[in-house]
């Protein structure tokens, strides 16, 4: 009896594939006697041993795991088989000792191996991540292929041959995959995917991710993160967290976990958060811009606060609780500064800004800053609009005032924008100024062009007042006084006498130099107002005057001094245009409609019309069809009636010779005011 016959388990010798020894628990195991299975060619009768196997004994000594076996009665078995080549155990070359075991027989340490193996399955498949269980040997093969100055050198040296690591991808071969795997990577079945070569889910891009796993393994370290880009079968590429556990002693000789995590998302957010704060940065940087980062968290965590007590609208909220203005003006803080904020605020540092709330700088702003958090508050992005502040210094500047809340950044900080406009905002109403004693001039030479009507119509009433008099003064010394005659009369000298004041009103009107006033007007009563200056001058000139007034035209809001002065300027232009014009011919047809929110005035004349190239510099200041004209009257008009938000514009008349001017002024009755009239 053999020594190997004591062993309870089976023991195989086998050279060059035949069998040199067969112990009694072999013949228990597989049912041949031992004179039956000497000699035999062992994978003939038992099965053959998979070409990894006798790959994993010449590479490595031995090898160990499960193989189906063939009975003597035919039937086939698993066993747990032990294989260890002849250099390990000092035997000839070629030869193998196979112990083997029924899996059946569980030693309580498999029992207890197979249950942790159990939980590991179920958890391997529920887990949300795609994880693989992956045989890295082929890529241990490729690394014991290499020298020595290779392998102490592995970093480098892959990242000059990414041929090599594409090679390792090849040759890792997938053993098993959970059901996340299959749908981040699959396109198909699980034995599609994995059938799949290895560098199929690698794009050449993380070809250096996939070798810094390798030198993570081959270094010794326990596992190996990384962000990297992978591929589905589909070609999709995605971000993923790459994840692999290295055990020890295990590199490149059996199955390693590998896990993969889909952070598309993530990424995506992180990099526009990145590209937010660059922007960010960089509108920061703008030197000719003040920006000025704000922090509004209290502001923001009262606006909650107010919605959650019922209140839709802040800004009556703020008309009911004016402190809440306070409140604000303090809630709001510098948070960050660059240096064109610095120079504007008159500061003497960045230091100096941050932190500090907008307490006494908008103060002489509240109204611009209470439309922009009221704006906030409702959503609203953007505000812009024209504001005065005052500097650390106590002096007032403006400025043009932009706010930008994001809503991919973050909600509590809001950047700000200013741009100082002070000296244009000086030049600006310097040249209204001049627009306006230009525009006073214009009406002082009208009047001493219409003189001789205005002489007319003064004399008028006057004589008629006169006469009159002398009337009421013979009645009253007739011996028959006639009380109701006398009363008639004196009624006649009252409304010529009212007549005459009226006139001396408008021409007082046209002389003055007052600021504009906006007041709620009458488009009829400025075009019959203008007429009434000029219905002599039109008489002397053989001008005939047609109105088509629209009746009920809506009012407007503006300036009467100032639009009578357009009427007038136009008109005495139609008229002086008509000189050459026989006297039979000349008219002119003022018309007045209301359409698309505006009220639109066309002056109408007989003359010749402008010539094709004057259209465009008709309203240009100093230009000039007549010998004498300065070029101010038309120039003037366009200034007034953009004053007053509305336009000008000429033309010629279609069908007909003769000019055509339109005008259209915005319906509406606006509170008084200031016109801002800009040349």
């Known amino acids: 009896m053999s020594v190997l016959d004591i062993v309870s388990e089976s023991v195989v010798t086998l050279r060059d594939g035949?069998?040199?020894?067969?112990?009694?628990?072999?013949?228990?195991?597989?049912?041949?006697?031992?004179?039956?299975?000497?000699?035999?060619?062992?994978?003939?009768?038992?099965?053959?041993?998979p070409q990894e196997v006798l790959a994993a004994i010449k590479s490595q000594g031995s090898w160990e795991g499960r193989l189906f076996r063939r009975r003597f009665d035919g039937s086939d078995i698993q066993v747990r088989v032990r294989c260890t080549g002849s250099e390990a155990l000092g035997l000839e070359p070629g030869a193998i000792v196979e112990v083997s075991s029924l899996v059946d027989d569980l030693h309580p340490a498999e029992i207890l191996l197979a249950a942790s193996e159990y939980r590991y399955r179920n958890l391997f498949g529920a887990v949300a991540a795609a994880f693989w269980e992956m045989d890295f040997s082929g890529v241990g093969a490729i690394l014991r292929s290499l020298g020595e100055p290779q392998r102490e050198n592995l970093g480098p040296y892959l990242q000059a041959n990414p041929g090599l690591v594409r090679e390792m991808m090849r040759s890792t071969r997938a053993l098993d995959a959970n059901e996340r795997a299959l749908e981040l990577f699959g396109t198909g079945t699980k034995r599609e995917l994995l059938a799949a070569p290895g560098d199929s889910f690698w794009p050449d891009s993380s070809t250096a991710d996939y070798a810094a796993s390798v030198v993570a393994a081959v270094s010794?370290?326990?596992?190996?993160?990384?962000?990297?880009?992978?591929?589905?079968l589909s070609g999709r590429e995605f971000e993923a967290l790459f994840t692999v556990s290295f055990l020890p002693n295990t590199v490149g000789q059996g199955s390693l976990l590998v896990g993969f995590t889909d952070i598309s998302e993530r990424v995506r957010v992180s990099r526009e958060l990145d590209q937010v704060a660059l922007r960010q940065k960089m509108f920061l940087e703008i030197p000719a811009i003040a920006m000025s980062e704000m922090d509004t968290t209290e502001l923001i965590e009262?606006?909650?606060?107010?919605?959650?007590?019922?209140?839709?609208?802040?800004?009556?909220?703020?008309?009911?609780?004016?402190?809440?203005?306070?409140?604000?003006?303090?809630?709001?803080?510098?948070?960050?500064?660059?240096?064109?904020?610095?120079?504007?605020?008159?500061?003497a540092s960045r230091q100096e800004l941050i932190g500090l709330p907008l307490t006494g700088i908008f103060e002489p702003a509240r109204d611009v800053f209470r439309q922009s958090i009221v704006g906030n508050f409702?959503?609203?992005?953007?505000?812009?609009?024209?504001?005065?502040?005052?500097?650390?210094?106590?002096?007032?500047?403006?400025?043009?005032?932009?706010?930008?809340?994001?809503t991919q950044y973050d909600r509590h900080r809001v950047l700000a924008a200013q741009i100082d406009v002070t000296e244009q905002v000086q030049a600006r109403e310097e040249l209204e100024r001049l627009q306006g004693q230009l525009a006073h001039a214009s009406r002082i030479s009208l009047l001493g062009e219409l003189s001789a009507s205005i002489a007319h119509e003064i004399s008028q009433p006057i004589t008629a007042i006169a006469t009159g008099a002398v009337a009421a003064e013979r009645i009253a010394k007739r011996p028959d006084f006639n009380g109701e005659w006398l009363s008639t009369i004196t009624?006649?000298?009252?409304?010529?006498?009212?007549?005459?004041?009226?006139?001396?009103?408008?021409?007082?009107?046209?002389?003055?130099?007052?600021?504009?006033?906006?007041?709620?007007?009458?488009?009829a009563e400025v075009i019959h107002g203008a007429h009434q200056l000029v219905a002599r001058e039109l008489r002397d000139r053989s001008v005939a005057v047609r109105f088509a007034i629209e009746e009920a035209l809506p009012g407007i809001s503006g300036d009467r001094v100032q639009l009578q002065q357009v009427m007038v300027n136009l008109i005495m232009n139609a008229a002086q245009a008509m000189?050459?014009?026989?006297?039979?011919?000349?008219?002119?047809?003022?018309?007045?409609?209301?359409?698309?929110?505006?009220?639109?005035?066309?002056?109408?004349?007989?003359?010749?019309?402008?010539?094709?190239?004057?259209?465009?510099?008709?309203?240009?200041?100093?230009?000039?069809?007549?010998?004498?004209?300065l070029g101010l009257g038309l120039s003037i008009?366009?200034?007034?009636?953009?004053?007053?938000?509305?336009?000008?514009?000429?033309?010629?008349?279609?069908?007909?010779?003769?000019?055509?001017?339109?005008?259209?002024?915005?319906?509406?009755?606006?509170?008084?005011?200031?016109?801002?009239?800009?040349?």
């Open 18 to 49: 035949r069998v040199a020894s067969w112990n009694l628990a072999a013949t228990t195991l597989y049912g041949w006697q031992p004179q039956e299975a000497m000699e035999r060619d062992y994978q003939a009768f038992l099965g053959e041993y």
């Open 220 to 232: 010794g370290q326990p596992r190996f993160i990384a962000e990297t880009r992978v591929r589905s």
């Open 302 to 347: 009262r606006f909650d606060e107010l919605r959650d007590a019922g209140v839709e609208d802040l800004d009556a909220y703020i008309g009911q609780h004016p402190e809440f203005l306070d409140f604000a003006l303090s809630a709001v803080r510098f948070a960050e500064v660059n240096e064109a904020s610095v120079r504007m605020f008159g500061a």
């Open 378 to 406: 409702n959503g609203e992005q953007i505000f812009q609009s024209e504001l005065r502040m005052r500097r650390l210094d106590g002096r007032e500047v403006t400025t043009i005032f932009c706010r930008l809340v994001s």
């Open 491 to 523: 009624q006649r000298i009252l409304r010529d006498a009212t007549r005459a004041g009226e006139i001396i009103d408008r021409i007082r009107a046209m002389a003055s130099n007052q600021s504009v006033q906006l007041v709620p007007l009458m488009v």
């Open 579 to 629: 000189d050459m014009t026989s006297r039979e011919a000349r008219k002119i047809d003022i018309e007045a409609v209301s359409a698309d929110g505006f009220v639109r005035i066309r002056i109408l004349d007989t003359g010749p019309g402008f010539p094709e190239e004057e259209r465009e510099a008709a309203f240009l200041s100093f230009h000039s069809s007549k010998a004498n004209g």
């Open 637 to 679: 008009c366009r200034s007034i009636v953009e004053g007053h938000n509305g336009t000008i514009r000429a033309g010629n008349r279609e069908g007909r010779t003769g000019a055509e001017i339109v005008i259209e002024l915005p319906i509406g009755i606006a509170s008084a005011g200031t016109a801002v009239c800009e040349p």
